[in-house]
C-alpha cells in the first residue's frame, strides 16, 4: 500500500491557505491594532477643526434664512442640512461632513470637518462584520488561521523543525497568554 | 499539478461547508406586521412597541463616534431623543449621518435598570473591566470626551438608584431600536424656527 506523503499535502494547504486568506490577514490585522487603541485615536475620522467668528450675538431662535446669511459670510451656505440649540448657549448648523459650533453669546465657534480615513474606514467597516454573508466568510477565515496555526507547525523538519526550535519557540508562545492569564484572570 | 488542485478543492470544501444555512426561518420570525409611526408617537408610549418591528424617521443628532454602533434621533420635539442600537445586518452608522433624516428599521428593545443591575455595573467598575457594557448610553454631545471617565460613571449609577427610588417602581426602562436596516431620506428640510 502506498504510503501518504501527509507533509506533502500539509505544505499545499498551508501554502494556499495562505495565499487565499493574505488580504483577509491584513484586513483584520490592520483593523486589530487600530480598534485595540480606540481610546488613543479615532481609526475611521479624521478630524479638522476650523476656527470662525460671527462677530456678533445670535438669537437662540435663528431662523433657517438666517442661519444661511451666516454661512455664507463663512462661505458654507452650501452645505447646509439643518441646525438646533445643543445646550443654552451652543447653536450646531449641521453640515454636509461636519458641523459648526457657535457660542450665541460672543459669536465665536468652530467648524468640525469629518472625513473618512483613508484606508482605516474601509478595514474596520469589513472588521464590525457588515452583513450576514461576511460573518460566514470571516468565519471561515477564523478556522483558515487555526488550520494555518496547526499545519504550519509541521512544514520543517530538523533543527529548526517542531521537535527543536520550532518546540522552543512555540512554548514561548504558548506560554505568554498562560502567564497572563494566571496573573490577571 | 494533482496536489495543488486537490488543495484547491478542499479550500472550496471548506467554504462551502461554512456557509451553509440560511436566514428565512430568521426573517420569518421577524415578518410580523410592521409598525410605522413618528419618533414622537413611540417616544409617548414606547413600552407598547416592546419586541415589535417599527419603522420611523427621524433627525440624526448624534452618531457615537467611536465605531458607529449607536445614533440618536429625534422627531418634532427635538429635546426628546431615541437611541438607535446598529444590528446585525448594520455594521456602523456613518457620522456624516448626523443633521439628516433617516428612515429607520428595527426590533423595539428596552433595557431595564434595577437594583441588581445597578450592583453589577458597580462590581464591573470595582473590577474595572475594559469590557463592561453595562454602561447607559444616552448620546449627549462630546460624551465621547468623557469615555474611560470612571467617577462619571459612579455618578450615573448614583442618579439611577436616585431615581429608582423616586419611581417607586422595581425598575427604570429605557428604550431603543436595534436597527435592521436605515436609509438616508434627504437632507433635513428645516425647521424654519428652533422650537
Redesign the interface.
Known amino acids: 500500500m502506498k504510503k501518504i506523503k501527509w507533509r506533502?499535502?500539509n505544505r499545499?494547504?498551508h501554502?494556499?491557505?495562505g495565499y487565499?486568506f493574505f488580504a483577509m490577514a491584513l484586513i483584520y490585522g490592520l483593523s486589530g491594532i487600530a480598534?485595540n487603541h480606540?481610546?488613543d485615536w479615532?481609526p475611521?475620522?479624521i478630524y479638522i477643526k476650523k476656527s470662525i467668528e460671527i462677530g456678533h450675538p445670535i438669537d437662540?431662535?435663528?431662523?433657517?434664512s438666517e442661519v444661511l446669511e451666516i454661512l455664507k459670510k463663512i462661505d458654507e451656505e452650501e452645505g447646509?442640512?439643518?441646525?438646533?440649540?445643543?445646550?443654552p448657549e451652543?447653536l450646531?448648523i449641521?453640515?454636509?461632513?461636519g458641523?459648526a459650533y457657535i457660542n450665541i453669546e460672543t459669536g465665536s465657534g468652530n467648524i468640525e470637518r469629518?472625513k473618512r480615513r483613508p484606508l482605516f474606514h474601509a478595514v474596520?467597516?469589513?472588521h464590525?462584520?457588515?452583513?450576514?454573508?461576511w460573518?460566514?466568510?470571516s468565519?471561515?477565515f477564523a478556522?483558515?488561521l487555526i488550520i494555518l496555526a496547526v499545519s504550519g507547525l509541521f512544514i520543517l523538519r530538523g533543527k529548526n523543525g517542531i521537535t527543536r526550535r520550532g518546540a522552543i519557540i512555540t512554548s514561548i508562545g504558548i506560554l505568554i497568554p498562560i502567564i497572563f492569564l494566571l496573573l490577571y484572570y | 499539478m494533482i496536489?495543488?488542485l486537490?488543495?484547491?478543492a478542499?479550500?472550496a470544501i471548506?467554504?462551502a461547508s461554512?456557509?451553509g444555512s440560511t436566514?428565512k426561518q430568521a426573517d420569518q420570525e421577524q415578518a410580523d406586521e410592521i409598525v410605522q409611526l413618528s419618533v414622537d408617537e413611540f417616544l409617548a408610549d414606547p413600552a407598547e412597541y416592546v419586541g415589535k418591528e417599527v419603522t420611523m424617521r427621524g433627525?440624526v443628532?448624534h452618531v457615537c463616534?467611536?465605531?458607529?454602533?449607536r445614533m440618536f434621533i429625534v422627531g418634532e420635539n427635538?429635546d426628546d431623543r431615541l437611541q438607535i442600537k446598529?444590528g446585525?445586518?448594520?455594521?456602523?452608522f456613518p457620522?456624516?449621518a448626523?443633521?439628516?433624516i433617516v428612515e429607520i428599521n428595527g426590533i423595539v428593545d428596552e433595557l431595564r435598570i434595577d437594583e441588581a443591575y445597578l450592583e453589577n455595573w458597580e462590581n464591573e467598575l470595582k473590577a474595572d473591566n475594559p469590557e463592561s457594557e453595562m454602561k447607559i448610553h444616552r448620546g449627549e454631545?462630546g460624551h465621547e470626551h468623557g469615555?474611560?471617565d470612571i467617577q462619571a460613571e459612579w455618578n450615573q449609577i448614583a442618579n439611577y438608584r436616585e431615581q429608582l427610588v423616586e419611581s417607586g417602581q422595581e425598575h427604570l426602562s429605557f428604550y431603543s431600536v436595534i436597527c435592521n436596516s436605515f436609509v438616508e431620506i434627504q437632507?433635513?428640510e428645516?425647521?424654519?424656527?428652533?422650537e
Open positions: 506533502k499535502w499545499a494547504i501554502r494556499d491557505l487565499f480598534i480606540l481610546k479615532n475611521n475620522y437662540p431662535n435663528i431662523s433657517k447646509y442640512k439643518d441646525h438646533r440649540m445643543t445646550n451652543t450646531r449641521f453640515l454636509n461632513g458641523s469629518v474596520n467597516y469589513l464590525y462584520n457588515p452583513k450576514k454573508w460573518v460566514w466568510f468565519d471561515a478556522v483558515g | 496536489r495543488n486537490v488543495s484547491l478542499l479550500i471548506f467554504f461554512c456557509g436566514t433627525l443628532v463616534k467611536h465605531g458607529g454602533k427635538q446598529a446585525d445586518e448594520v455594521a456602523a457620522l456624516e448626523e443633521g439628516s454631545e469615555e474611560g437632507e433635513a428645516t425647521t424654519e424656527e428652533i
